[in-house]
């Protein structure tokens, strides 16, 4: 549950996860709505806003398409009251129009509806717009993401720019800074505290003045990686807009585009995980001993997304790990700070990111 509030009102978002075999989440939802109703309702400015949203796990033909007589069995409609019912008693509303679906089977390649967002009906004027994102769909994903847009009245925070670094062109940088300096600057002599504050004033303004010409600003975005690159960029929309084809000729299973949406997910997953890879082996090569202590801390520390990092190994081609064991003999040597100088190469050798299937971690 996220709550945001401001001049405008309040707002209270659940993200949901219903199982399809019952209705444990549901009930679960229900019963909290009735024992906070005062807090959920009421706000001390504006309106109170509520918004459930997320994977329902539910058929009906009230959000479903009509035609698709496959989904409403007596047991799925029977299911599908339950949270009919729970939503009706919370006072919300579909925002998400009839019809649209949100997942696709991954073995009949078939579409239908599971995902949902219902808000209190006295916000329903304040929706801009409810609609899936067909080719923003993820790799190894079977649903589609939804974007609605409420008009709340939210102050946004500006974002800083950020020069990136890593693109710039080093020696137009040279040739830059040189002509901002000029060529007396290079050559006099300083003899006086004057002329050294005056040199460092000059030196500074010059080196500003080439950052500004030279350096290029980050973009801030969801997929701001370290490891990501302009190839992955175009990767990535060209398979988006693959992924936006094949979703129009969903009707038509042998259509071509279909086979060409795969193999332009399987070519982008493979060099995001080659360009993932790359960046923590590299990162680990050019590591010193504060950096190989920051490794280990990425190790040992709690994993935020329910993947154990205890384990990080490189697997040999028995298949045993080699790394695990001996990151539990240097762990006590690390804490200590009594890592000899000369093993710190052999431990950087045995240390690399763990790879899950589907799930990629990146330690940097």
Not at 63 to 72: G, M, P, S, V, Y
């Given at each position: 549950?996220?709550?945001l509030?401001?001049?405008?009102?309040k707002?209270?978002?659940?993200?949901?996860?219903?199982?399809?075999?019952?209705?444990?989440t549901?009930n679960?939802?229900?019963?909290y709505?009735?024992?906070?109703?005062?807090s959920?309702?009421?706000?001390c400015?504006?309106?109170?806003?509520?918004?459930?949203?997320?994977?329902?796990?539910?058929?009906h033909p009230?959000?479903?398409?009509?035609?698709?007589?496959?989904?409403?069995?007596d047991?799925a409609i029977?299911?599908?009251?339950?949270?009919?019912?729970?939503v009706?008693d919370a006072?919300?509303d579909?925002?998400l129009?009839?019809?649209?679906?949100?997942h696709?089977?991954s073995?009949?390649?078939?579409?239908?509806?599971?995902?949902?967002?219902?808000?209190?009906?006295?916000s329903?004027?304040a929706v801009?717009a409810?609609?899936?994102?067909t080719?923003?769909?993820?790799?190894?994903?079977d649903?589609?993401?939804i974007?609605t847009?409420?008009?709340l009245?939210?102050?946004?925070?500006?974002v800083?720019?950020?020069p990136?670094?890593?693109d710039?062109?080093?020696?137009?940088?040279?040739?830059?800074?040189?002509?901002?300096?000029?060529p007396?600057q290079?050559?006099?002599?300083i003899?006086?505290?004057?002329?050294?504050d005056?040199?460092y004033?000059?030196?500074?303004?010059a080196?500003?003045?080439t950052?500004?010409?030279?350096?290029?600003?980050?973009?801030?975005?969801?997929?701001?990686k370290?490891?990501?690159t302009?190839?992955?960029?175009?990767?990535?929309?060209?398979?988006n807009?693959?992924g936006?084809?094949?979703f129009?000729?969903?009707?038509?299973?042998?259509h071509?585009?279909?086979?060409?949406?795969?193999?332009a997910k399987?070519?982008?997953?493979?060099?995001?995980?080659?360009?993932?890879?790359?960046?923590w082996r590299?990162?680990?090569?050019?590591?010193?001993?504060?950096?190989?202590?920051?490794?280990?801390?990425?190790?040992?520390?709690?994993a935020?997304d329910?993947?154990s990092?205890?384990?990080?190994?490189?697997?040999s081609?028995?298949?045993i790990?080699?790394?695990?064991?001996?990151?539990?003999?240097y762990?006590d040597?690390?804490?200590?700070?009594?890592?000899?100088?000369?093993?710190i190469?052999h431990?950087?050798?045995?240390?690399?990111?763990r790879?899950?299937s589907?799930d990629?971690?990146?330690q940097?």
């Open positions: 549950m996220v709550q509030s401001g001049a405008w009102g707002l209270t978002i659940f993200n949901i996860y219903n199982k399809g075999e019952c209705n444990n549901i679960l939802l229900t019963k709505h009735q024992d906070n109703h005062p959920l309702e009421n706000s400015v504006g309106t109170a806003h509520q918004i459930w949203l997320g994977d329902f796990n539910r058929h009230y959000w479903d398409d009509l035609r698709d007589l496959r989904l409403f069995t047991t029977a299911a599908a009251e339950s949270l009919i019912e729970a009706a006072g919300l579909m925002a129009p009839r019809g649209i679906p949100t696709c089977h073995v009949t390649k078939r579409w239908s509806r599971l995902d949902h967002i219902f808000i209190t009906e006295v329903t004027g801009i409810c609609n899936t994102l080719d923003h769909r993820g790799i190894n994903t649903h589609i993401p974007l847009e409420l008009n009245g939210i102050a946004i925070s500006k800083k720019p950020t990136n670094f890593r710039v062109d080093w020696e137009e940088f040279h040739k830059t800074l040189a002509n901002h300096l000029g007396d290079l050559e006099e002599q003899t006086s505290q004057r002329q050294l005056e040199r004033s000059s030196l500074t303004k080196i500003q003045n950052i500004c010409d030279q350096v290029p600003i980050s973009e801030i975005t969801p997929k701001s370290r490891w990501w302009k190839e992955l960029m175009q990767m990535h929309k060209s398979a807009k693959l936006r084809q094949s129009l000729c969903r009707n038509e299973p042998e071509a585009v279909h086979n060409q949406h795969k193999e399987k070519r982008y997953e493979g060099n995001l995980e080659y360009n993932r890879k790359y960046h590299d990162w680990l090569e050019k590591a010193d001993e504060p950096d190989i202590w920051t490794a280990n801390c990425y190790m040992t520390a709690p935020t329910g993947v990092r205890s384990d990080h190994c490189v697997r081609s028995s298949g790990s080699e790394f695990g064991d001996l990151g539990r003999d762990e040597g690390f804490r200590r700070g009594v890592v000899p100088n000369g093993e190469g431990v950087r050798r045995h240390v690399t990111m790879m899950t589907g990629y971690t990146s940097t």
